[in-house]
C-alpha cells in the first residue's frame, strides 16, 4: 500500500509548504521505497547546491543519514529530522528535512569545512547566513508537531478511502429507507381517510337505527361498534404519521450531510 494510491498528493504538499514557511525548516515528503512523493519545501543552497553538491560533502551527508534516527545533526551542524508516517502500524514513509542550525554559526569553522570539501570559502559563508537559525527544543518540538498533523491527515484520507464502498451502500439504504417511509405515509392517509368514511357511515347508521326505534336496535349497536372501531383507528393512524414524520426527519438530517460531503468533496 503506498500513500499515493488513497489520498491526494496536493493536500500532503500544502501543508509541507505551510509548515516550512512557518517555521524555516526544509521539509520534503518520501514513501516507503523512499522515493520523493512532494516537492522539496524551502531547501536552501547551503546543503543542496554546496554540500551535498560536491563528491566529499555527499560521501558524509549520506554516512550521517545513516547513522541518524528521529532527529539528528549533519557533519556541518544543521540539525534535521525524520518522522514515520504510519497508517494500521504500517509504515508507509516518512517526512523528512531540516537543515536549520540549533545555534549561530562559526563562519571561520565553515570555511575550514569548506576547504576540507572542496568549495569556495567565501560562496560557502554567503550559502550559510541563509540557513535559519533556532533552538534545539523549538526544531524538536516543529517535527513533532508535523509528524502528528501529517499522520492525522493521511490517516483521515486513508478511512475515507477504505469506507468509501460502505459509505455508498450507506446512503443507498437512507435513500430506500426515504422512499419506504413515504409509501407507509402514502398508505396511513389512505387508511385515515377510509376510517373517516366509516365514521360518518356508522354515523349514518346510528340515525337510521334511532329513526326505526326497536327494530334498529341491533342495528344501533353494530353502528355504534364501528364508530368506536374508526375512532381507535385515527388515534392509531395520527400516531403511525408522529413516528413516521420523526423518522423522516431523522432520515433528511443523514441524507443531508452525506449530499453535504458529496459536494464538498467534488469542490476539493
Keep these: 500500500m503506498q500513500i499515493k494510491d488513497f489520498m491526494d498528493l496536493k493536500k500532503l504538499q500544502e501543508i509541507q509548504d505551510k509548515f516550512s514557511n512557518s517555521t524555516g525548516l526544509a521539509a520534503i515528503s518520501v514513501d516507503s521505497n523512499g522515493e520523493y512523493i512532494t516537492k522539496g519545501s524551502n531547501f536552501t543552497d547551503f546543503c543542496m547546491k ?16 545513516r547513522e541518524g534516527t528521529g532527529t539528528y545533526f549533519c557533519h556541518a551542524g544543521l540539525m534535521d529530522f525524520s518522522v514515520d508516517i504510519v497508517v494500521n502500524d504500517e509504515k508507509l514513509g516518512a517526512i523528512i528535512g531540516g537543515q536549520v542550525l540549533p545555534n549561530p554559526p562559526d563562519e571561520e569553522r565553515f570555511r575550514s569545512i569548506a ?28 517535527a513533532e508537531l508535523l509528524g502528528i498533523i501529517v499522520n492525522q491527515l493521511v490517516n483521515l484520507e ?9 459509505l455508498d451502500v450507506l446512503q443507498k439504504e437512507i435513500q430506500n429507507s426515504t422512499d419506504l417511509i413515504q ?23 346510528s340515525i337510521e ?14 353502528a355504534k361498534s364501528m364508530q368506536d372501531l374508526s375512532s381507535q ?25 452525506f449530499d453535504e460531503n458529496a459536494e464538498n468533496e467534488k469542490n476539493r
Design 50 to 65: 554546496y554540500t551535498r553538491g560536491c563528491p566529499e560533502g555527499n560521501r558524509r551527508c549520506i554516512k550521517c543519514d
Design 115 to 142: 576547504q576540507e570539501l572542496g568549495i569556495d570559502p567565501e560562496q560557502y559563508v554567503r550559502a550559510l547566513r541563509k540557513v535559519p537559525v533556532s533552538t534545539e527544543d523549538k526544531i524538536r518540538s516543529a
Design 158 to 166: 486513508y478511512f475515507k478511502f477504505s469506507n468509501a464502498d460502505r
Design 183 to 205: 409509501a407507509i405515509n402514502d398508505n396511513t392517509s389512505h387508511l385515515k381517510s377510509i376510517a373517516n368514511r366509516q365514521k360518518i357511515l356508522s354515523l349514518n347508521a
Design 209 to 222: 337505527a334511532a329513526r326505526s326505534g326497536e327494530a334498529g336496535l341491533g342495528f344501533a349497536v353494530v
Design 233 to 257: 383507528s385515527a388515534v392509531i393512524y395520527n400516531d403511525i404519521e408522529k413516528s413516521v414524520a420523526q423518522i423522516t426527519k431523522t432520515t433528511s438530517i443523514l441524507a443531508s450531510l
